[in-house]
């Protein structure tokens, strides 16, 4: 059984999932590496493609479910104030 770790989301504040603590740490490092420090920041598919070389083939063999776990980590940093969710369309994203 793999180790866990707590997210939050900031669309439902107060409530947190368990998930994978070395899939989640991976994803987390590698968007911070791809996320500018400012606004306009990037949207989610441009930060997603960037974070893709970042992260380690035996989590994520050729960008596996790197998706979805970009969203699961997209959240909780912004629920935990480290990125920032620009208010424009399409979405972009930034770190604090």
């Avoid at 949207?43 to 989590?59: G, I």
Wanted: proline share 7%; aromatic share 6%.
């Amino acid at each position: 059984m793999s180790e866990k770790i707590a997210v939050e989301n900031i669309n439902t504040p107060g409530r947190t999932t368990n998930v994978d603590k070395a899939k989640y740490l991976a994803m987390k490092n590698a968007m911070l590496v791809a996320l500018p420090k400012a606004a306009p920041g990037m949207t989610a598919k441009e930060a997603k493609e960037a974070a893709l070389p970042h992260l380690p083939q035996d989590l994520f063999p050729g960008g596996a479910t790197s998706g979805w776990w970009q969203k699961c980590v997209q959240l909780d940093l912004e629920a935990k104030g480290v990125v920032i969710r620009e208010d424009s369309k399409p979405l972009r994203f930034h770190r604090a």
